[in-house]
C-alpha cells in the first residue's frame, strides 16, 4: 500500500506558474501509474494528467495540454506537476493518485490510492 503526499498548491495570478509535488511512502512506487486530478467546488474530480512508471508515456486533459507537464522521479518517489501560463478555471484541490494496473488510467475509477489533495487558487 502506498501513501501519497501533495504540496505546492498556493495562490497565484492569472498567468503564472506553480510547480505541484506529490511524495510516496510505502508500497513500491515504481511500479505505479501515477495520475493527478483536480476538483472544483460543486463539480465532479477530473482528469488532469497522467504518467506510466518509465516517463515513456504521458497523458493530459485537453484543458491543459500545451500548459501543465506531468513528472516523476522514481529513485525520490515523487512526481511533479508543472503548471504554467494558469488560468482562473485551473482553480481547485489538485489530488495525486497511483493506480496498479497495467495501462495508465484516465479516469478516477482507475486509481487505487490517493493523497489528501492541495489548494490550488488562480485570480484574475
Known amino acids: 500500500q502506498v501513501q501519497l503526499v501533495e504540496s505546492g498548491g498556493g495562490l497565484v495570478q492569472a498567468g503564472g506558474s506553480l510547480r505541484l509535488s506529490c511524495a510516496a511512502s510505502?508500497?513500491?512506487?515504481?511500479?505505479?501509474?501515477m495520475g493527478w486530478f483536480r476538483q472544483a467546488p460543486g463539480k465532479e474530480r477530473e482528469f488532469v494528467a497522467a504518467?506510466?512508471?518509465?516517463?515513456?508515456?504521458?497523458y493530459y486533459a485537453d484543458s491543459v495540454k500545451g500548459r501543465f507537464t506531468i513528472s516523476r522521479d522514481n529513485p525520490k518517489k515523487t512526481v511533479f506537476l508543472q503548471m504554467n501560463s494558469l488560468k482562473p478555471e485551473d482553480t481547485a484541490i489538485y489530488f495525486c493518485?497511483?493506480?496498479?494496473?497495467?495501462?495508465?488510467?484516465?479516469?478516477?475509477?482507475?486509481?487505487?490510492?490517493w493523497g489528501q489533495g492541495t489548494q490550488v487558487t488562480v485570480s484574475s
Open positions: 493518485a497511483a493506480s496498479d494496473t497495467i495501462v495508465v488510467p484516465t479516469t478516477p475509477s482507475g486509481y487505487d490510492y
Open positions: 510505502g508500497g513500491t512506487f515504481s511500479r505505479y501509474k
Open positions: 504518467i506510466n512508471w518509465s516517463t515513456t508515456i504521458t
